[in-house]
């Protein structure tokens, strides 16, 4: 099925704020419902498909099918942007300015070639499309000239499997439950579960070097990667003969994180890992976020690291998102501290030693045992956050996610100076915000901080939160930080990702864009600065 158009995920799972979330929003934040309700996806008004007769009779010819170069309005709806809360209040509204001009599906290797040569040709841009759900502007390219959605949900399947190397090579529209389903049925899984895990696809996790709620123990999904297929209107990038090479600078990086901007993934070989027999999550609280900081860096550092390792700071703790399905259930404790969830899986053996060893670390460091209920819980709700944000919104707050990561000896002053430009620019505008964070992601050398934003929405949203987002963004870079950790760079990032890697950098990426996509049809203005 489709995911909601105007929000995140199955509709069905679609949940009211509980009343003392409700309350903490009006009493703390002056958060009031909105009075207008949300455009119907009927009454929202595409403008024609602007492809030339021509244009589309070729792309057309490269799928095969007429019906499978989409120019309906609820087809290019669905694919309009991503879903980051700007993302979700534009259409909202019914504003679909970025709206594609059609919806093409391929179904192999061969015609996504072909249709990214048709493109060029026509001077049409090409979006690449698996779940759709980026939150940080990969969907919406910039530019005047029309775009078509590249949707890969066709390219979807399992196409090898090596037992004996451990490897499995996937199609990117493959969605992550399904190839959790075809790997497990056979012993196997890839251990790659973000919170888009119900929706994202393989081909978009590599794109944007995804990292999932297990990497403590599986590892980023770029560290997964061990081959790649890459379509460009240039010709066609095989990578990876062997797990790792001395054969020259490795091309395999250059496609991870590239997010669409270089070309189309189509075919991905990961390393997989036998299937665990237990999974035991456990909570832990400490009496502050540097008590915890520091018992997660003993255990990223000296070990056992467990596989599912997450840290939320006091206030998100008191909120209770750290266990979503648990929200609002600690707004009476006085003094909630901080709430660290640690999982293990694997062997039963294994799971029980680095269980007993880990807890002895955790209580050296002043940790609570404070049992598997609020890891269950946590296991429980771990894809629930998306859903929640839908639900502050309809109640007319806002609420928007950030993400970043640096050095363990950077990370204290990172936090405090993305707060306090988020607290500076929120309230400052009359909309005094929560601000919340998690570690959740933890290197032998650093981590990543989380970071989730409630306020009032203020009279125009999106206008807003867009200084905000800029004071975090400098606040990032200003106190060492990365601008993504594992969101992306998108459009929304792109100006502070050129400052990251430095005008030399961005000459670089111009060359290699200039060299795989000559004509400039491939995302244009995503990831790679405009000359």
Same mark, same amino acid.
């Given at each position: 099925?489709?995911?909601?158009?105007?929000?995140?995920?199955?509709?069905?799972?679609?949940?009211?704020?509980?009343?003392?979330?409700?309350?903490?929003?009006?009493?703390?934040?002056?958060?009031?419902?909105?009075?207008?309700?949300?455009?119907?996806?009927?009454?929202?008004?595409?403008?024609?498909?602007?492809?030339?007769?021509?244009?589309?009779?070729?792309?057309?010819?490269?799928?095969?099918?007429?019906?499978?170069?989409?120019?309906?309005?609820?087809?290019?709806?669905?694919?309009?942007r991503g879903k980051s809360t700007p993302d979700l209040l534009r259409i909202r509204t019914g504003d679909v300015a970025?709206?594609?001009?059609? #919806?093409?599906?391929?179904?192999?290797?061969?015609? @996504?070639?072909?249709?990214l040569g048709t493109c060029a040709e026509h001077g049409v841009a090409v979006v690449p499309f698996g779940g759709g759900?980026?939150?940080?502007?990969?969907?919406?390219?910039?530019?005047?000239?029309?775009?078509?959605?590249?949707?890969?949900?066709?390219?979807?399947?399992?196409?090898?499997?090596?037992?004996?190397?451990?490897?499995? &090579?996937?199609?990117?529209?493959?969605?992550?439950?399904?190839?959790?389903?075809?790997?497990?049925?056979?012993?196997?899984?890839?251990g790659h579960f973000p919170q888009s895990f119900e929706w994202a696809s393989i081909g978009g996790f590599a794109a944007?070097?995804?990292?999932?709620?297990?990497?403590?123990?599986?590892?980023?999904?770029?560290?997964?990667?061990?081959?790649?297929?890459?379509?460009?209107?240039?010709?066609?990038?095989?990578?990876?003969?062997?797990?790792?090479?001395?054969?020259?600078?490795?091309?395999?990086?250059?496609?991870?994180?590239?997010? =669409?901007?270089?070309?189309?993934? &189509?075919?991905?070989?990961?390393?997989?890992?036998?299937?665990?027999?237990?999974?035991?999550?456990?909570?832990?609280? +400490?009496?502050? +976020?540097?008590?915890?900081?520091?018992?997660?860096?003993?255990?990223?550092?000296?070990? /056992?690291?467990? &596989?599912?390792?997450?840290?939320?700071?006091?206030?998100?703790?008191? @909120?209770?998102?750290?266990?979503?399905?648990?929200? =609002?259930?600690?707004?009476?404790?006085?003094?909630?501290?901080?709430?660290?969830?640690?999982?293990?899986?694997?062997?039963?053996?294994?799971?029980?030693?680095?269980?007993?060893?880990?807890?002895?670390?955790?209580?050296?460091?002043?940790?609570?045992?404070?049992?598997?209920?609020?890891?269950?819980?946590?296991?429980?709700?771990?894809?629930?956050?998306?859903?929640?944000?839908?639900?502050?919104?309809?109640?007319?707050?806002?609420?928007?996610?950030?993400? &970043?990561?640096?050095?363990?000896?950077?990370?204290?002053?990172?936090?405090?100076? @993305?707060?306090?430009?988020?607290?500076?620019?929120?309230?400052?505008?009359?909309?005094?915000?929560?601000?919340?964070?998690?570690?959740?992601?933890?290197?032998?050398?650093?981590?990543?901080?989380?970071?989730? @934003?409630?306020?009032?929405?203020?009279?125009?949203?999106?206008?807003?939160?867009?200084?905000?987002?800029?004071?975090?963004?400098?606040?990032?870079?200003?106190?060492?930080?990365?601008?993504?950790?594992?969101?992306?760079?998108?459009?929304?990032?792109?100006?502070?990702?050129?400052?990251?890697?430095? /005008?030399?950098?961005?000459?670089?990426?111009?060359?290699?864009?200039?060299?795989?996509?000559?004509? =400039? #049809?491939?995302?244009?203005?995503?990831?790679?600065?405009?000359?």
């Amino acid at each position: 099925m489709d995911m909601l158009w105007s929000g995140w995920g199955d509709p069905a799972k679609a949940a009211p704020l509980p009343d003392a979330v409700t309350g903490l929003l009006r009493d703390l934040l002056g958060v009031t419902p909105r009075g207008s309700g949300s455009a119907s996806l009927e009454e929202i008004a595409v403008p024609p498909c602007p492809l030339t007769d021509a244009a589309r009779m070729a792309l057309t010819g490269c799928v095969g099918d007429a019906a499978r170069v989409r120019t309906d309005a609820e087809s290019r709806i669905r694919h309009t942007r991503g879903k980051s809360t700007p993302d979700l209040l534009r259409i909202r509204t019914g504003d679909v300015a970025d709206v594609p001009a059609a #919806v093409v599906l391929p179904g192999s290797h061969d015609e @996504v070639a072909a249709v990214l040569g048709t493109c060029a040709e026509h001077g049409v841009a090409v979006v690449p499309f698996g779940g759709g759900t980026s939150v940080v502007g990969g969907l919406a390219p910039e530019g005047k000239r029309p775009f078509v959605a590249l949707d890969l949900r066709r390219l979807d399947a399992l196409l090898a499997l090596d037992d004996v190397s451990r490897t499995a &090579t996937l199609q990117p529209g493959l969605r992550a439950p399904e190839c959790e389903r075809l790997l497990n049925e056979r012993g196997w899984t890839l251990g790659h579960f973000p919170q888009s895990f119900e929706w994202a696809s393989i081909g978009g996790f590599a794109a944007a070097r995804s990292s999932g709620q297990a990497s403590a123990g599986y590892g980023r999904f770029d560290e997964m990667v061990l081959g790649l297929t890459l379509a460009t209107p240039e010709g066609t990038l095989e990578l990876g003969r062997a797990p790792r090479s001395a054969a020259g600078p490795d091309l395999r990086q250059l496609v991870l994180g590239s997010e =669409g901007a270089l070309g189309v993934i &189509t075919s991905v070989t990961v390393r997989i890992r036998p299937l665990p027999t237990t999974r035991v999550y456990e909570g832990w609280r +400490f009496a502050s +976020f540097e008590a915890g900081a520091a018992a997660l860096r003993r255990l990223a550092q000296d070990g /056992p690291r467990p &596989t599912v390792l997450r840290l939320s700071d006091e206030t998100e703790t008191f @909120v209770g998102l750290a266990q979503p399905d648990r929200i =609002g259930s600690d707004l009476t404790r006085p003094s909630a501290g901080c709430m660290a969830i640690a999982g293990y899986e694997g062997t039963a053996e294994d799971t029980a030693d680095r269980r007993t060893r880990a807890r002895a670390v955790l209580l050296e460091c002043g940790g609570e045992y404070v049992g598997e209920e609020p890891g269950d819980r946590w296991a429980h709700g771990r894809y629930n956050a998306p859903y929640l944000r839908d639900a502050l919104l309809d109640a007319g707050a806002f609420a928007e996610t950030l993400e &970043t990561a640096a050095f363990w000896s950077a990370l204290p002053e990172l936090y405090e100076q @993305v707060r306090q430009a988020l607290t500076t620019a929120l309230t400052g505008a009359g909309t005094p915000p929560l601000v919340m964070c998690h570690i959740s992601h933890v290197y032998e050398n650093g981590a990543s901080l989380y970071f989730t @934003v409630v306020s009032a929405q203020g009279e125009d949203p999106v206008a807003h939160w867009a200084p905000a987002k800029r004071a975090a963004n400098d606040a990032i870079l200003a106190a060492g930080g990365t601008i993504s950790h594992h969101h992306g760079v998108g459009t929304d990032h792109r100006d502070w990702y050129a400052a990251e890697i430095g /005008p030399a950098g961005v000459r670089i990426l111009q060359a290699l864009k200039a060299e795989l996509d000559p004509s =400039g #049809v491939l995302n244009p203005g995503v990831l790679v600065p405009v000359r």
